[in-house]
């Protein structure tokens, strides 16, 4: 067996895998919601695999810490995949890149910027989740402490979550910018995709292609996805890094500056498609149906990776593992699962009314990150900011 720990909503990916492998290995994956876990009365043989470790509130975190040492030590019916204890953080990670001299960029934190040199431009991004950039651009300190007291004063994010990147440009000759893709399964390292943009930040979407023109099936483009595809050149490059990140399983993001790739992120629960019902134009379609080949490929794969991480069937029957743990701690899990049961409803709810997308209204409730001394984060929708002098008055009479 294999078991994703995971977080709810990551859980569609997990279902999207199961079927893609096929039904017999299919059969042998199952998710694990992290909320779920201290209503589990053991833990049965199979691979165990953390994802997303820091999005967890300092609870959770606690329980999972436990868990993964429980595990480890269980015997060889079970497998730990991305130990708490060993991974880290995206901070942590690109900072050792850059003293490693693997990466050509620096990374500081939101409340040292000042003490440090900055080479600009810079964003800001969270150090935890993977919605990617929080900024446009910054070209000037004025610019980024402003930015940084916006995000700050919405609620978007605490200021010990935030991180300040300098921005690479590994843009071509064009003005296209690549991000490479690779997935480590174990002992196994797998490419996921290569997608283009002629933007600097190259979120995949349907296609895996974004312009902000008109989008054409550029046929040099698919041919440099599907040599990167079967050559995995950056193959020896990609053990290093997991191995300095302390991940066994996760999908990595990476670009390359004058022949060196540059690391961007490593994502511990990667996405695994899910697109299928989305309503595409003419060209969308003949572009994504061209690119079949990178799915088929990878998944071709996948499968075969997955069946080496599990344990030797042998030791199936093993004894369960039963997790110990203080009242006081199993109170305040169960706290913080009914608050987020009831948060999701509430938020489902906002959502069927319409209001969930008005501004001011919670637009992502989920786990307080460190640091945050609540049990849960809210986030707020953006709102527009408006000085005293733009609002409008009442009306008077003369």
């Known amino acids: 067996m294999i078991f994703f720990l995971i977080e709810a909503f990551e859980r569609g990916s997990v279902e999207t895998l199961e079927k893609r492998v096929g039904t017999d290995l299919g059969a042998r994956i199952k998710c694990l919601i992290y909320d779920d876990l201290p209503l589990l009365p053991d833990f049965g043989p199979g691979t165990y695999i953390f994802g997303n ?54 990374v500081y934190r939101a409340r040292e910027w000042r003490a440090c040199t900055l080479s600009f431009p810079v964003f800001v991004r969270d150090k935890d989740d993977h919605a990617g950039s929080r900024t446009d651009l910054i070209h000037d ?14 609620g978007r994010n605490q200021m010990d979550n935030l991180i300040i990147v300098e921005f690479c440009d590994t843009s071509d000759a064009c003005g296209f910018h690549r991000k490479y893709s690779a997935q480590r399964v174990g002992d196994n390292i797998l490419t996921r995709c290569l997608n283009f943009s002629d933007g600097w930040i190259t979120k995949q979407d349907d296609t895996g292609y ?45 670009g390359v500056l004058d022949g060196r790739p540059q690391l961007w992120e490593i994502n511990t629960a990667p996405a695994m498609g899910g697109m299928g019902n989305k309503k595409r134009s003419e060209a ?58 009831a948060s999701a409803s509430l938020k489902k709810g906002l959502e069927r009314l ?16 460190n640091g945050v001394s609540q049990e849960r984060e809210r986030t707020f929708a953006p709102r527009r900011e408006r000085s005293h002098t733009a609002r409008t008055p009442f009306a008077s009479t003369p």
Do not use: C
Request: proline share 5%; no cysteine; net charge positive.
């Open 53 to 106: 470790f820091g999005l967890l509130s300092r609870a959770y975190q606690t329980y999972s810490l436990e868990l993964a040492d429980a595990l480890t030590d269980a015997g060889p019916g079970f497998r730990v995949l991305n130990h708490p204890r060993r991974v880290l953080d995206r901070f942590e990670l690109l900072k050792k890149m850059a003293a490693d001299g693997i990466n050509d960029f620096q």
């Open 141 to 154: 300190e004025i610019t980024l402490e402003r930015e940084i007291s916006r995000l700050t004063r919405l």
């Open 210 to 254: 974004r312009y902000s023109g008109t989008l054409e099936p550029h046929s040099e483009r698919i041919e440099e996805e599907m040599q990167y595809m079967r050559s995995n050149p950056h193959e020896n490059w990609l053990r290093r890094v997991f191995s300095i990140a302390g991940i066994e399983y996760g999908r990595v993001d990476y």
């Open 284 to 341: 969308k379609l003949a572009l994504r149906n061209r690119r079949t080949f990178t799915r088929t490929h990878f998944y071709e794969r996948m499968g075969p990776a997955l069946e080496s991480i599990e344990p030797e069937r042998e030791h199936a029957d093993d004894p369960p593992v039963r997790i110990q743990i203080s009242d006081s701690l199993k109170r305040k899990l169960l706290r913080e699962r009914w608050y987020s049961r």
């Open 354 to 369: 319409g209001w969930y997308r008005l501004p001011g209204f919670a637009r992502s409730i989920g786990r307080a990150p």
